[in-house]
C-alpha cells in the first residue's frame, strides 16, 4: 500500500489543549499537500479554518470529548455549532459512564440524537475500548448500528489505550453492514496503519501520519 493511499485514510489530529493557531495551521497546509481524508481539529478552531481554508479541507472536530460525560443536550448544542462553523464530520464521545452503568438503551438514544442533529454530515461515534468489557464492546457495536452512525470509532486517545487490532475484528464482526471503523490512538508505524487498514478500518485518526510516511521513510526507515 502506497503512502498516497494510506494518507487517504487519515484523519490528521491536532487536539492537543495547548494546540495554537500556528500548530493548526501547519496541520492544515499539510492535510492539503498530502490530500488527507480531513483534519481533526478543536471546535474553536474550526470557522477560522473554515475562513481561511474554505472548500480546501474537510474538516473534523470532536463533541464531549474526550471524557464523553457531558448531557445530551450539551453535545447536540456542540453539534449545532460546530455545523454551523463549517465541520463536516463529527466524533463524539459516548456517555463512558452510562456504559458501564449498563445502561445500552441510554446510549442508543443520545447517539440517535446526535444523528439527528448531524443531519447528513458524518458522525462517528467513539467507545473508548480501553474502558470496557469486551460484552461492553458488543453492546456499543449494537447500539452504534441501531442508532444509524456512520462510524465506530475505538479512542479518543486521550484514555489509558488506543487502538488494537482485536478490537477493530471484534468490531468487524458485530457492527451493521453499512457502520464503518475508524481506529485511533497508539498507531505509530506504516506497518501499524496498513494493518488497520486490512483488518477493515475506513478511516485511521493520527496525529503522527507525517511522520510515520514521510520524515520515517525520508531517513530510511522504509
Known sequence: MTKEQLFSYVDHT???????????????????????????????????????YQNKINICTVVGFPLGYSTTEAKIEEVKTAIADGASEIDMVVNISDVKNGDFQKVEEEIKALRNACGNHIL???????????????AMCQA???????????ST????????????????QNIGAEVKIKAAGGIRTKEDMIAFVEAGCSRLGTSSAIDILVNQESAGAY
Open 14 to 52: 491536532q487536539l492537543k489543549a495547548f494546540a495554537t493557531w500556528e500548530d493548526i495551521k501547519k496541520l492544515c497546509e499539510e492535510s492539503i499537500q498530502y490530500q488527507t481524508a480531513s483534519v481533526c481539529v478543536p471546535p474553536c478552531y474550526i470557522k477560522r479554518i473554515a475562513d481561511t
Open 124 to 138: 462517528k461515534v467513539i467507545i473508548e475500548t480501553c474502558y470496557l468489557t469486551r460484552e461492553e464492546k458488543i
Open 144 to 154: 452504534v448500528t441501531k442508532a444509524k452512525a456512520d462510524y465506530i470509532k475505538t
Open 157 to 172: 486517545g486521550f484514555g489509558t489505550g488506543g487502538a488494537t487490532l482485536e478490537d477493530v475484528i471484534l468490531m468487524k
